[in-house]
């Protein structure tokens, strides 16, 4: 099930970043922590009480020379098009301004349900400030300070009772969804059309449950699949169509609806920096992740090319180095066939559980093999290992003082275990526990 979106809106100024990586905490630093993976922080996920949420932050979003107010509108036409709730985010220390009215006026239009957060009220003295802002007509203004993190939590309670209560549609487990993600035009569209094609049965078509997506049932060997087809979900506006950055927005639902992402790359264009961007988030979410790159019969080549593709992929993509490689082409359907396999095969993957007498002779022979090194005079011990969850696998690795696990030893861990069991298709995570 997607989880709700919340959108920080309001002029320059505000503090909307500040507010946004307030919310967001410690999870910032564990995205920069991803190797090969560079973006700008206009999106992230949150948690306040029992709520996961994912929260957008306009004052990342640049529209370069638009002139002040159309940029302050088009951001939040941004937030509305993609949020369940908005924070409108106003300065206390200067009351109610023009560009706060034109905020406003936009949001009376959306209809979303809109949260009014009076930033840099940094003391109780200052709250007699905050009653002006009830003329711009959304209720109670909940004052906050952003540098001092004050009124945060009243105002995620707030917006916290506007979280849709409707839930989306539960697939049985046995049925495989999938999502193809990429930047515009490169042939998302087409290669869900071929997928659907003459030689498969369509169950159903039926409205998605996300915004205007596509959730298209089919068979294919006597699998069930579902498509959450992103390209339903494109946005009419020449915001959308001129930005590639929001492509990211489009797909973020449905990666969290997705057993398997398959991040679609042009292969006549090549590898641009927005491929890694919504490539991040689909590793991030612990999905499993196929690389298909598109209009491979455009592309001009000899016996060589295929493996020097191959190769710029991983410099590029090292974060998903468990990831396979599909070329094929939508439009020609050639090699098109190489794909269903390997959605079966990743799927298998991220839902695999080892047994724990098998995993653990995996992991004492690697540790025999190769110790941790010491740390100022203290060595790491690894007494044994556990699967605790599926979608991805999740392992836990019992050590005598966890703060010794390097990340390049729990690397060599993982190569280890993938070494033994394959897993290809699907990122695995390890965490270090105290044996008690």
Partial sequence: MAKPVVAIVGRPNVGKSTIFNR?????????????????????????????????????????????????????????????????FLVNGREGVTAADEEVAKILYKSKKPVVLGVNKIDNPEMRSEIYDFYALGFGEPFPISGSHGLGIGDLLDEAAKHFPKTEEKDYDEDIIKFSLIGRPNVGKSSLTNALLGEDRVIVSEVAGTTRDAIDSNFKYNGQEYVIIDTAGMRKKGKVYESTEKYSVLRALRAIERSDVVLVVIDGEEGIIEQDKHI???????????????NKWDAVEKDEKTMKAFEENIREHFQFLSYAPIVFLSAKTKKRIHTLMPMIDLASENHSRRVQTNVLNEVIMDAVARNPAPADKGKRLKVYYATQVSVKPPVFVVFVNEPELMHFSYQRFLENRIRDAFGFEGTPIKIFARERS
């Fill in 279 to 293: 490539a991040g988030y689909a590793h991030e979410a612990g999905r499993a992740v196929i690389i298909v790159v």
């Fill in 23 to 87: 919310i967001v905490g410690e999870r910032i630093s564990i995205v920069e922590d991803i190797p090969g993976v560079t973006r700008d922080r206009i999106y992230s996920s949150a948690e306040w009480l029992a709520h996961d949420f994912n929260i957008i932050d306009t004052g990342g979003i640049d529209l370069g020379d638009e002139p002040f107010l159309e940029q302050i509108r088009q951001q939040a036409e941004i937030a509305i098009e993609e949020a369940d709730v908005i924070i």
